[in-house]
T-cell receptor, first 110, second 117 residues
Framework: KNEVEQSPQNLTAQEGEFITINCSYS?????LHWLQQHPGGGIVSLFM???GKKKHGRLIATINIQEKHSSLHITASHPRDSAVYIC????????????FGTGTRLQVFP | EAGVTQFPSHSVIEKGQTVTLRCDPI?????LYWYRRVMGKEIKFLLH????????ESGMPNNRFLAERTGGTYSTLKVQPAELEDSGVYFC???????????????FGSGTRLTVV
């Protein structure tokens, strides 16, 4: 079982829908990261969280340290949000080594 | 500011051949990381350089993989001889000096897609 699990693996939505991607982890962490990868593109860091909630534009990331769970929300989704969203953690025993989830492939249709 | 640059972007080689991947980190970033994603699997850590020194190479699959970072600038990852299971996307990332991801952001390159046939 992977130390970082994401759900769902694939997600389709209509433009304008509210989207939630979930991430659960089983290790102690120093931080959790949400990353985005567009088809054929590089990986872009969206958020780095160690507690609470962060918001950037239409994206919101939350984390519950006690439950070892994080969510990424996209409000008013748009076709340009179509990408793979990846959850990754830096463990508390080795902050330099990221542990990745398998990613969630999101497609938003007009 | 230039980002993290990787090349080639794609490489197709035959089993048994040698391939060298290159990563140019952001200027001034002491930390350089190599990660790999094989088909259908999550991205996995390969190794971490601090300047020219290997800080952690626990993720290197076997001795067919050799990473170097001459002078603490760009890094190369050589696979010799390549096997079919080495196919995947190899990502490089860099960060400023610090305790790592936990405190400082990473910048990833676009990756090198390696196909071994």
């Amino acid at each position: 079982k992977n130390e970082v699990e994401q759900s769902p693996q694939n997600l389709t939505a209509q433009e304008g829908e509210f989207i939630t991607i979930n991430c659960s982890y089983s290790v102690g962490i120093s931080a959790l990261h949400w990353l985005q990868q567009h088809p054929g593109g590089g990986i872009v860091s969206l958020f780095m969280l160690s507690s609470g909630k962060k918001k950037h534009g239409r994206l919101i990331a939350t984390i519950n340290i006690q439950e070892k769970h994080s969510s990424l929300h996209i409000t008013a989704s748009h076709p340009r949000d179509s990408a793979v969203y990846i959850c990754a953690v830096s463990s508390s025993y080795n902050t330099d080594k990221l542990i990745f989830g398998t990613g969630t492939r999101l497609q938003v249709f007009p | 500011e230039a980002g993290v640059t990787q090349f080639p972007s794609h490489s197709v080689i035959e089993k048994g051949q040698t391939v060298t991947l290159r990563c140019d980190p952001i200027s001034g970033h002491d930390n350089l990381y190599w990660y790999r994603r094989v088909m259908g699997k999550e991205i996995k850590f390969l190794l971490h350089f601090v300047k020219e020194s290997k800080q952690d190479e626990s993720g290197m699959p076997n001795n067919r993989f050799l990473a170097e970072r001459t002078g603490g600038t760009y890094s190369t990852l050589k696979v010799q001889p390549a096997e079919l299971e080495d196919s995947g996307v190899y990502f490089c990332a860099s960060s400023q000096e610090g305790p790592g991801w936990g405190s400082y952001g990473y910048t990833f390159g676009s990756g090198t897609r390696l196909t071994v046939v």
